[in-house]
């Protein structure tokens, strides 16, 4: 009989562990109004509401980030019943011992993951290499102490650039190993136009045959190298008489 009790006890509490555990798991509920690709093009515009429902007493805090960037007169943030605007990329808002739904209105341009560096007739693109892991949205809920709870929630998105979509289209057409590695250093050293244009020759149907082409290419690639190594003189050189001109 005590045997049998135990058991019955046991039973009980673990039906008890096993529904607080499903109420904690399913506590927090996130809605998403608005449009977020999971794909996104520099310089998007993107902007949707946030609700955050079924908060437990617990949180006292919750921590809010966005990878997105502000522009114009546009806050990032904007807490409609709190009546808090932010342009910060990480903001902790103050639940003030509320369990209510909390609803942010937030407004971003997507980052421009390139930098374009002009000299005389020279255009160097550097692209950065993260184009992976931005996040639209993170959001952590806090402690009275902003010790982080197990509730959060991520939204991420990748920048395409166009670009290396188009020139890596190029480069799985050019059979030869050689030239495809020293385009793909080209398009990497930011001399991207160049690597294009040598790429496009190589596709084409010149009437020359693949021996004038290949040695061709190679000498425009050659020419290239030499324009990056002035660039990178000139911009030395630019450097150090802006440094004596300080002193």
């Not at 058991?7 to 977020?36: H, Q, Y």
């Not at 998007?44 to 007169?73: C, K, M, N, R």
Request: glycine share 6%.
């Amino acid at each position: 009989m005590k045997t049998r009790n135990i058991i019955l006890v046991e039973t009980v509490l673990c039906f008890f562990i096993l529904i607080s555990l499903i109420s904690n798991v399913s506590a927090v509920d996130v809605d998403i109004a608005g449009d977020l690709p999971d794909e996104a093009n520099e310089g998007d515009i993107v902007e949707y509401d946030l609700t955050i429902s079924g908060i437990p007493q617990s949180a006292d805090y919750i921590s809010f980030e966005t990878d997105l960037e502000a522009y114009g007169s546009n806050p990032l943030f904007n807490f409609t019943e709190f009546n808090i605007t932010s342009n910060s990329n990480n903001y902790v808002l103050d639940l003030n011992d509320s369990d209510e739904e909390v609803l942010v209105h937030i407004q971003g341009k997507v980052p421009v993951v390139r930098e374009v560096v002009q000299t005389d007739k020279v255009t160097l693109i550097k692209l950065d290499e993260k184009r992976t892991g931005y996040a639209y949205y993170r959001f952590n809920l806090l402690d009275d102490e902003k010790n982080s709870l197990k509730d959060s929630d991520t939204r991420t998105f990748i920048i395409e650039v166009p670009e290396i979509e188009s020139f890596e289209a190029k480069l799985d057409t050019i059979e030869n190993s050689f030239m495809r590695n020293y385009l793909t250093d080209l398009f990497d050293k930011g001399l991207v136009n160049e690597a294009n244009e040598l790429a496009d020759y190589l596709n084409s149907d010149e009437e020359e045959g693949p021996e004038v082409s290949l040695y061709l290419a190679v000498g425009g690639i050659i020419a290239a190298l030499i324009i990056g190594a002035i660039i990178g003189i000139r911009i030395g050189n630019s450097d150090d008489d802006y440094e004596d001109d300080d002193i």
